[in-house]
């Protein structure tokens, strides 16, 4: 008599199709709730969002009109789109390479016997702590053209200050270069943990074997750091990507206009500002669909261990 397929199937799984309903009840009560709160206030609003995208709708106005793609082709068709998308490419890629090079630089000269270190460790990473709102307030006195710390270092060497409350550019790299100081700590610390995990003897035979430091650097220290700055790279991405409140202090999307507005600060300008709700709600779903596809596409390429 041929056994039966259940006593043919390995222990773990027979134990599996074993398993008493108290263990389902168990995950389901530590489940349930985090997957209801996650449903109830990320999942739904983004629904919402999106159905909203559809609808011409004043927000001071309790009715709305469908309008369809309306809101999508104009979004599409406006000149001044492009140039948003312009501002929040450079801001979120010249913040998430500047903090992340900077980062591991003091990492890597920090993480070593040095008197004081640990208080240089806590002075950078407090930046990090503090709300956007109240840095940019400071950065505002440190940029100032007239009586500003910038001012100040430029005068002496004898360079023209720029106006950078007025010129576009040099107000873009004003709140690029302020974000990136208040986020520095961040990256900062994130590599100096993932400096003292790795593997000592590695650096030890490289050197044994005669490698420079520049070539242990690149041979050795930074393959151990490649899942370190995968895992940066998508959270100061999405960090950098969805900035508000440094660009609302330091210059309200000017100048000029849209000089260093970004979609984010653009959802707020025409929803809170212009009372175009449903368009801003177009703007936040077309930045949902691209932060997710550049994030699926980040996460995929740390599957692949770093192969395109």
Do not use: C
């Amino acid at each position: 008599m041929s056994p039966s397929p259940e006593r043919t199937l390995p222990q773990h799984e027979r134990g599996l199709r074993h398993r008493p309903w108290r263990d389902y009840a168990l995950f389901a009560a530590l489940v349930g709730p985090n997957l209801a709160l996650l449903i109830l206030f990320t999942y739904r609003p983004l629904a919402d969002n999106i159905r909203l995208s559809f609808f011409e709708w004043n927000i001071a106005s309790p009715n709305s009109t469908f309008v369809g793609l309306a809101n999508y082709r104009e979004w599409f068709t406006r000149p001044d789109s492009w140039e948003i998308v312009g501002n929040t490419i450079v801001f979120t890629v010249a913040t998430v390479a500047g903090s992340m090079a900077l980062g591991l630089g003091l990492a890597l000269l920090l993480d070593r016997r040095l008197h004081g270190r640990n208080l240089v460790r806590s002075a950078l990473f407090a930046p990090f702590v503090i709300s956007g709102a109240a840095v940019g307030i400071a950065f505002q006195f440190v940029f100032d053209p007239n009586f500003g710390l910038v001012q100040d270092v430029l005068t002496r060497v004898g360079i023209p200050t720029p106006d950078f409350y007025q010129d576009s550019n040099w107000a873009l790299v004003m709140v690029t270069l302020t974000y990136m100081w208040k986020n520095l700590g961040y990256t900062f610390v994130i590599y100096l943990a993932a400096l003292q995990g790795l593997r000592p003897e590695l650096s030890e035979a490289a050197a044994i074997d005669g490698a420079s430091r520049g070539t242990t650097f690149r041979r050795v220290v930074l393959p151990q750091l490649r899942p370190t700055t995968y895992f940066l790279s998508i959270t100061v991405l999405l960090n950098s990507f969805q900035v508000f409140d440094i660009i609302n202090v330091m210059t309200r999307g000017g100048p000029l206009g849209t000089g260093t507005t970004t979609m984010v600060y653009q959802i707020y300008d025409e929803s809170f500002r212009n009372f175009r709700a449903g368009y801003g709600a177009t703007v936040a779903t077309i930045m949902f669909l691209v932060l997710l596809a550049v994030t699926v596409y980040q996460v995929r390429i740390m599957d692949r261990g770093g192969h395109l």
